[in-house]
């Protein structure tokens, strides 16, 4: 990459706004999750499964038509889930443009197959594999992640955990995805502030060793911050009774509305794996 | 290096699932007899202190940032088995929560991330520090070679999957269904930008994590060192000495850095894997007139592909579609026409979707430039 | 063994801690401590950060164990063999609950409902008892709002409520507080006491650690002065405030220097204690 001379206070800037981000992201996906929606109101159980049966469908699909069509049922969920299109474009079309069609690029050209155009001044071919190839990556991408972005603006986190739980995953990992997730977001916190602090403190500008030694040593002393909270953690569980084994309450009930909504999860996925064959 | 959904068939994306359980279910057993009680909140707390350090932007010498992956250090600290559970947890809430890495690829990337990175970290380290005190510097070579080395063995492996994807995948006309470069291409497009950047950052943050906790932590270090007892005094003189000793390291690294890409543009240089120093490397320029069929490139760099170079490394992209900022950097350049392109038509269909539904702006999207 | 004065009329402490010492990397927390806690007494350990009175709240609670020494709890020892035991520790773990200083500590669970739900899952109570249980706990605590809220985005007095309904909801007959008005701001901290003098009831044996002198005659009948990992004194806590030299040596009292109107400059003491 090209040599950008971030400065000191570059990294840790950039650090921050990492952070801020993944803040807001979170926050965001909360208040949707609340929002009195289609898919909010379906059991969570249904809706995992549902969604991922779709995302395989659009991973298995040949199909240019079985791909879009699966895009535009995201589309349409998302409209009737009170998720905002310009969210859907903002964080996931033009996220996955800048990458995944950035790195589609080139596809038409190195493809070797049919050539159907040249490109005109530089004189590059172009196939007619290479295109599909590219338009393939792109479109699947695209699908694939606006319904998964789908799952999470419209569950609490929590309700994933549990319809997780009810999907016989072992209690022991659900539990700690749970407290992941919890904690990401005081760590995070205690990383933004001390990056905050740091740059506050920040006079002047290091040498590139001393960004490293800084950077290297923030990284140190988040580690052990985090060993004494897990430690933390530790006892205040063993304190109420934990001995290692977990137990929960799960407390789902699957209504008529759910069944039916599953009904159309399964139909709709299972007519795009047979027409994506 | 998060490998998003759509990149790999379903059937490559179950075979990695398929290769990845074994591992966590060794790593579960293992990790359950050796932590006991505690297996819970330490892999919880860590896997979200794995989570954080993914996001942190490590200064590497050339003046820029990277984020680092943390497997090495992970590794180090928890040792293999627990570090596989950690990494792969905090994989797993990326994909799920952030959308940063497929759900169908969820076990291709703990295959190559959590499961490589940490065995391979591991064994470096241990077999480089061999029986060395708690606060040798050895120990902070052994630490920065074995995360500049798990992430590299983990990029391999996804260059690999990706690149048997258009072998094994075609249409009926043979248009590839998935990742479409072959191997001889997808493997030095990523390895490049892996043992330079990428290994850099790792090498950075996994060494001075661990010259930090031989001064200020030592006790941290002595579960992936067993049987070497914990100095009492001599700590604080030799974390000093740490960095300076790393030194012939950061040559070493950096003389690979300059031969990795070599060695690879004597193998002959896939199309599309220029940097910018390249368009001003006469060499490097040779080659891509050859390769764009004896069209001189322009002299310098476009400016537009610089500015587009910096978009790619400044605070936008940063974490949002954080799989970017690590693969196949080369292909961005080669592609700086058309992305110019996608973003003018992306920045007008936001703005046509913004004037015909004005009603549901209250995307905190909005709020980021502030 | 288990029996040491029950014959002689007088009851069995619910904690007798002898000669115990414990030592943290290089600081010695505890130093040849002497401690009993008789049952329904309010017990406020007053010190300095750093004091050691933390160490002991976990020494209490069977979280860890001195290095010399014995801990006794209504007569049983109480060490991490003992603690092992399914019977002993399963009774111990509902009959003793700790309120951490730290709630985000104690807050591990993804909701606030989760959280309080925890204690009574991992005791292996019947679900209905647990939901009724939790219902109960927190209309008392004020905080039923907040059932589906993740802790990450309470407030600080918010957190604290609910750190103190996880341990509330055992009905645990000793409670042990630690530092539980500490980073409050003055308002939450006076709800937090009133929730703690409400806590109190029937005879509940409670031991709470503090360095804030405005609260103990709320919360405590007995207050012990801690210092250096040693007891420096013992007493109500009329008498404890009465003694301006003590809490000065021990840290409690500080004096720093003030610039009057006349622009004289001189030391005095401080006892901040706010009128309510």
Known sequence: ?277 | MHIPDGYLSPSTCAALYGAAAPFWYVALRKTRKLLLTRLVPLISVFAAFSFVIMMFNIPIPGGTTAHPLGAGIASIVLGPWASILTLSTALFIQAFFFGDGGITALGANCFNMAIVGSLVAWLVYRVVAGRSAITSSRRVVAAALGGYLAINGAALCAAIELGIQPHFFKSASGAPLYAPYPLNIAVPAIMIGHLTFAGLAELVVTGGIVAYLQRANPSLLRLTAPGVPLPQEETQQATMTGWRVARPLWTAVGLLMVLAPLGLLAAGKAWGEWSVHDFADPAARQQMAAASRNVAPPAAAPSGLERLSDIWTAPFPDYLPPFMRSAAFGYILSAIFGVGTIILLTLLASWIALKVRPGLDHAPASTKES | MSTTNTNSGTPVPVFEVLDATYRYRDVTALDHLNLTVQAGRRLALLGANGSGKSTLLRILDGLCFPDEGTVRFCGKLLTEESIQNDGFGVDFRRRVGLVFQNPDAQLFSPTVFDEVAFGPLQLRWPPDQVRRKIAETLEMMEITHLKDRSPHHLSMGEKKRVALASVLVLDPEILLLDEPTAALDPRSASHMINFLVRAKGGDRTVVTTTHDLDIIEDIADDCLVFHEGRVEATGTPAQILGDAPLLKTSGLLHSHLHVHKSGEIHTHSHLHRHEH
């Open chain 1, 1 to 277: 990459m090209p040599a950008k001379r971030s400065g000191t206070r570059g990294f840790l800037e950039r650090s921050t706004s990492s952070f801020v981000d993944a803040m807001e992201h979170a926050f965001y996906a909360e208040q949707t999750a609340r929002a009195d929606g289609l898919l909010q109101r379906v059991d969570p159980r249904v809706k995992l499964v549902g969604i991922l049966a779709l995302v395989a469908a659009a991973a298995a699909s040949r199909s240019f038509a079985v791909i879009a069509g699966l895009l535009a049922i995201a589309i349409a969920l998302a409209a009737l889930s009170h998720v905002s299109f310009r969210v859907l474009v903002n964080r996931v079309w033009v996220a996955v443009l800048l990458f995944t069609g950035v790195i589609a690029l080139p596809a038409p050209f190195v493809t070797p197959g049919l050539v159907i155009w040249h490109l005109p001044l530089l004189g590059w071919d172009v196939t007619e594999q290479g295109l599909a190839s590219a338009g393939y990556l792109v479109l699947r991408v695209e699908t694939a992640a606006t319904l998964c972005v789908l799952l999470v603006l419209t569950t609490p986190w929590n309700h994933v955990l549990k319809a997780l739980r009810v999907l016989r995953v072992p209690a022991v990992l659900v539990t700690i995805l749970g407290m992941t997730y919890r904690y990401l977001f005081l760590v995070l916190q205690s990383a933004h502030d001390m990056f905050e602090s740091r740059r506050s403190r920040m006079i002047g500008e290091l040498t590139g060793r001393e960004r490293r030694r800084v950077a290297a040593a923030s990284a140190g002393v988040l580690m052990s911050k985090t060993f004494d909270l897990s430690n933390e953690v530790y006892l205040a569980m063993e304190s109420r009774g934990y001995r290692g084994d977990i137990s929960v309450l799960d407390e789902f009930q699957i209504r008529n509305f759910d069944w039916v909504m599953l009904g159309a999860f399964a139909l709709v996925s299972i007519a795009a794996f047979w027409l994506g064959r």
